[in-house]
């Protein structure tokens, strides 16, 4: 029935099936993803005091989507004819009886004038209560095929998740290794502009004006912060249980720091990474989207 994915996704679809002696019943369920669980039901009107009991059961298995039900009854072609009431038929053939004694000149009524009679003829009394039994199992059984392909989905975005999480480690690795090519750089374009200007400072002067360009270039806890984000992308994506609520707050707060960081550039190479990373991110974020 349930799969060990600790990723579910939103997006799924089942159908099932039954053929009994009473008819045919099918139920459908499709979802996609939604903020919040929202389910919608179709059912028919001999059926629809089934609702609450269904709706109980989707709630307690799933957390988020747009969920739409759809069950069907078709009765089968011998509970569409109408029977005989033979209690009935047997009152109006004892009266005819007693009628022919009393007089017997009356002209008896044919079969097809008997038939026509109110009360003979009535139509099949279906087992409801069967029906709605078999009813609800087969939706039991669906919302499984649904929750099982919700997981199977899941693994996919799982999967597609963490390729992308490890490229975005693999470019916060990369910046860190920039770091002194960056202090040089920053250092570099101060003396170019104190050359441009002609201006000489003081050694103290000067040390503490690269040290205030070191202070408003400095990405170390950018990317601190990045990597302690990963982490926490990694094990949300291994705990069980919805999600994606979570997920999607930590791409914002991944890509509030790879903006910070693009700003903060002063070499090609940073700026490059730092358009890398927004790039994986919002491919993860897509795919998030869809994780209940």
Do not use: W
Request: glycine share 2%; aromatic share 2%; hydrophobic share 40%.
């Amino acid at each position: 029935m349930a799969t060990s994915s600790r990723v579910h996704s939103m997006t799924a679809f089942s159908r099932t099936e039954q053929a009994a002696a009473f008819g045919t019943l099918q139920v459908e369920i499709r979802s996609v993803n939604q903020r919040y669980l929202e389910p919608h039901f179709r059912l028919p009107d001999a059926l629809r005091d089934l609702e609450p009991l269904l709706r109980d059961a989707l709630r307690t298995r799933l957390a988020r989507g747009k969920v739409e039900c759809s069950l069907r009854f078709e009765a089968a072609e011998a509970n569409l004819a109408p029977a005989v009431n033979a209690q009935r038929l047997k009152e109006i053939a004892d009266a005819l009886e007693a009628i022919q004694e009393q007089v017997p000149s009356a002209i008896p009524p044919n079969t097809l004038a008997i038939l026509n009679q109110p009360g003979v003829m009535e139509p099949q009394h279906l087992d409801q209560g069967a029906i709605k039994a078999a009813a609800k199992g087969l939706f039991d059984q669906a919302l499984n095929e649904l929750i099982d392909a919700r997981a199977r989905e899941g693994e996919k975005l799982a999967e597609m998740i963490t390729t992308r999480l490890t490229a975005v480690s693999e470019q916060v690795t990369t910046v860190r290794s920039l770091l002194p090519q960056i202090l040089e750089r920053q250092r570099a374009q101060l003396l170019e502009r104190l050359e441009v200007a002609k201006t000489e400072l003081d050694p103290q002067r000067l040390e503490a004006e690269l040290v205030l360009v070191a202070q408003k270039a400095d990405v170390d806890e950018e990317l601190d912060r990045l990597t302690a984000h990963i982490e926490e992308v990694s094990h949300q994506l291994a705990q069980k249980g919805p999600k994606g609520r979570r997920l999607d707050f930590l791409m914002q707060e991944l890509n509030r720091e790879a903006n910070t960081l693009s700003s903060k550039s002063v070499v090609a190479e940073t700026t490059r990474c730092a358009v890398e990373l927004k790039v994986l991110i919002e491919q993860m974020r897509e795919q998030i989207q869809n994780i209940e």
